[in-house]
């Protein structure tokens, strides 16, 4: 990998740019001359990006891996399993293969990253999708034990009732859109459409 590819993926890493690193790592890769630039290619780091951004394109990437890179590489073997983990919705598996692997340290701040943005996305849905839940079933979606889940959803204003051992969710309300009359026609026209077809 180029010196100059190393110092900005590094430097993104250490400003906590995570979403940059597939960016990155994707423009050196079209743009090198090398039609073998993936055989000396830090695959690991590359997939992890994708991962923390948009998990299909790491799927595509894995393919684009050549074989002998995915032999005998340890680390590499574990971020496929977190991609699995990931592609499938297999909550209980992607925390257990976060947390499985001892990371290399070029990694490590990576791994915190996707840890943290999955448990906030993780959340926020179960916000969207439950009006009352109990602490078990944010526990086992968030990898938390039971009282980690109950307070980081006390946090965000989810109220426990310790006579049914539920959380009421806090519902955020949502965010109101302001259309001008043509963008109202037009959002109009479209649901006129999507109901007609």
């Known amino acids: 990998m180029a010196d100059a590819v190393r110092e900005a993926v590094s430097a993104a890493v250490k400003e906590s740019h995570f979403e940059l690193i597939a960016k990155i790592m994707d423009a050196l890769e079209l743009e090198s001359q090398n039609p073998n630039v993936l055989s000396q290619w830090p695959h690991a780091l590359h997939l ?6 948009k998990t299909a ?9 050549p074989q002998s890179a995915k032999e005998n ?3 590499l073997e574990a971020v496929f399993k977190l ?3 990931c592609w499938n919705r297999h909550y209980a598996g992607m925390w257990q ?18 840890t943290l943005k999955s448990r906030s996305e993780l959340v926020d849905l179960i916000g969207i999708s439950y009006s ?9 979606i968030c990898g938390l034990t039971e009282s980690e889940a109950l307070a980081s959803c006390q946090a965000l204003g989810w109220t426990y009732d310790a006579n049914t051992g539920m959380l009421s969710v806090l519902r955020k309300p949502p965010a109101a859109v302001q ?14 459409v999507h109901l007609e077809a």
């Open 132 to 140: 009352t839940v109990s602490p078990s079933k944010v526990s086992s």
């Open 48 to 53: 992890l990006g994708h991962i923390h951004n």
């Open 179 to 192: 259309l001008d009359g043509f963008g109202n026609l037009q959002q109009l026209s479209s649901y006129m």
């Open 57 to 65: 394109d790491a799927r595509f990437l894995w393919k684009r891996i």
């Open 83 to 85: 991609l699995q983990f």
């Open 97 to 114: 293969a976060l947390q499985a692997h001892q990371w290399s340290p070029a990694l490590q701040p990576v791994i915190e990253a996707i």
């Open 73 to 75: 590489n340890l680390e």
